[in-house]
């Protein structure tokens, strides 16, 4: 298994460069290209964006910082992910896509000192971001799924499952 959630791992990064590449070979000398329109109802350009802060551009600046806070938090998720795959495959598989995200960006911020952004939503004013960004937000959103109310149905279960083995121990006796 743990050799799966590695390979998964990979898969994910390779995929996140694989579309920051483009978005450095293409997208760059273009700036901007229409994407997702019906009519004069836009949803979604592609726009390149260097980004060398956090979320939304918080941070601008702070390279150093991002790259050794973005390293603790991988080398803590790899742990957790490790402890918790015998748990639970869909806290694992939240854990995985967050890493894959952390990895992705962090790629960058060694390599460029700047993240690679490129998915602009148009619909509403909202921030330009990449493929390890989505990764990270939907594993953000699956977590407070999981917490909210996978984790409280898992716990009911471990002590109702923890009960009825004390009292068959007792009626054993």
Do not use: C
């Amino acid at each position: 298994m743990p050799i799966l959630l590695v390979a998964a791992i990979v898969l994910l990064i390779i995929s996140d460069q694989a579309v920051k590449y483009w978005a450095v070979h293409y997208l760059k000398e273009k700036e901007s290209i229409r994407f997702i329109h019906f009519g004069d109802f836009k949803i979604l350009d592609l726009t390149y964006l260097e980004n060398d802060g956090a979320m939304f551009g918080s941070m601008s600046g702070q390279r150093w910082f991002l790259i050794g806070f973005t390293s603790l938090v991988i080398a803590a998720g790899l742990v957790i992910m490790f402890i918790t795959m015998k748990r639970s495959k869909l806290l694992t598989a939240i854990i995985l896509l967050f890493l894959s995200g952390g990895i992705g960006n962090l790629i960058d911020r060694i390599r460029q000192g700047y993240v690679v952004d490129m998915f602009e939503v148009k619909l509403f004013n909202f921030a330009i971001f990449n493929v390890a960004d989505i990764y990270v937000t939907v594993a953000v959103a699956l977590l407070m799924i999981y917490v909210i109310f996978v984790e409280p149905k898992e716990s009911r279960r471990k002590k109702q499952e923890a009960s009825a083995a004390v009292k068959e121990a007792e009626g054993n006796e």
